[in-house]
């Protein structure tokens, strides 16, 4: 009998889909709840793992903070156990040019971060403790690693949500400034809960490179060949694992029971790590916080009005 609820982003195919295998395969008390853009391929995954009472499919695009809000509302409308874990696992990588959101944002920052702000916010009252928080970075935050990706940028939120037309930055960059925000945005969210120890704990994984993972779907034709059939290669390296191997350290995260007591931390698969320095800065997290409500209540503001989403007025 399932007692508790996991809300998975992402959980149509790769790490998402195999967290929530991992979760659904571990404890039989856990219902989990499949955050997902596309719900055809949400019951397609459903199906794949073959579990289906005790899986549930939701429609939630992050690149809309409108669906998000509906989502959290439908959410609550259904019967289901106890909300006991959130699972920040979705995210893009756009090299090909600055696309938004329908709100207006750069898409990396408002899917990566924003939108999974937004979730966390509306469901806070939800989470029944103890609760669990768990968002999905990357050690391509951390200039100090050797990547192979560009070093994080983070100038202000405001700035990473409106780029000015004319940068054409790398997209690449974008991507892991956007991860250096889900660090800065797991230890602001833990401060500011100051619960820890049968509270929500909250806590950021790096699942590791992921070759074949759909991380990879803006590249070039030749870029995803090659990470689909050359990386792979790689996985005899440190920290370059399968989505499967990754999904049951990201699912330990969630419901391992010597995790109770662990906040405000960095895993690096199932090993606890420093992170960057940048990440550990107050200064910078606030700016983030502040900026991304002043975002969503934009955003709700044009809802009431029934305006066109967009940049804010300076």
């Known amino acids: 009998m399932t007692t508790r609820t996991a809300i998975i982003t992402g959980a149509g195919a790769g790490l998402g889909l195999e967290c929530a295998r991992a979760l659904l395969t571990s404890d039989p008390s856990w219902h989990v709840v499949f955050a997902v853009r596309d719900v ?79 979730l966390v916010k509306g469901l806070r009252d939800d989470l029944v403790r103890p609760g669990r928080v768990v968002v999905v970075s990357s050690g391509t935050h951390d200039p100090a690693k050797f990547t192979g990706m560009p070093t994080p940028n983070y100038t202000t939120a405001e700035q990473l949500a409106f780029p000015d037309e004319s940068d054409s930055a790398d997209g690449r960059r974008r991507y892991t400034t956007s991860k250096l925000c889900n660090m800065l945005f797991t230890y602001e969210l833990d401060r500011r809960l100051g619960e820890g120890t049968g509270g929500v704990t909250v806590n950021a994984f790096d699942p590791g490179l992921m070759p074949g993972s759909g991380l990879a779907r803006d590249y070039s034709a030749i870029g995803r060949w090659a990470w689909h059939y050359v990386f792979p290669l790689l996985r005899v390296l440190p920290n370059v694992n399968s989505t499967r191997t990754s999904g049951a350290r990201l699912a330990a995260l969630v419901s391992d029971p010597g995790l109770y007591d662990v906040t405000g931390a960095y895993f690096e698969g199932n090993r606890r790590i420093r992170s960057s320095v940048d990440s550990y800065d107050p200064e910078k997290a606030l700016d983030l916080w502040e900026t991304s409500e002043r975002l969503l209540e934009k955003a709700e503001h044009n809802d009431q009005r029934g305006e066109t989403r967009g940049r804010p007025a300076k």
């Open 40 to 118: 055809t391929r949400g019951a397609q995954a459903v199906e794949l793992i073959g579990d289906p009472g005790r899986c549930t499919v939701l429609e939630m695009d992050l690149a809309s903070l409108r669906s998000v809000h509906t989502f959290a509302e439908e959410f609550r409308r259904r019967a289901l156990p106890p909300l006991h874990a959130i699972v920040c696992n979705a995210g893009v990588q756009v090299v090909s040019g600055t696309e938004r959101t329908v709100d207006g944002v750069e898409m990396t920052f408002g899917v990566n971060h924003l939108g999974h702000f937004a």
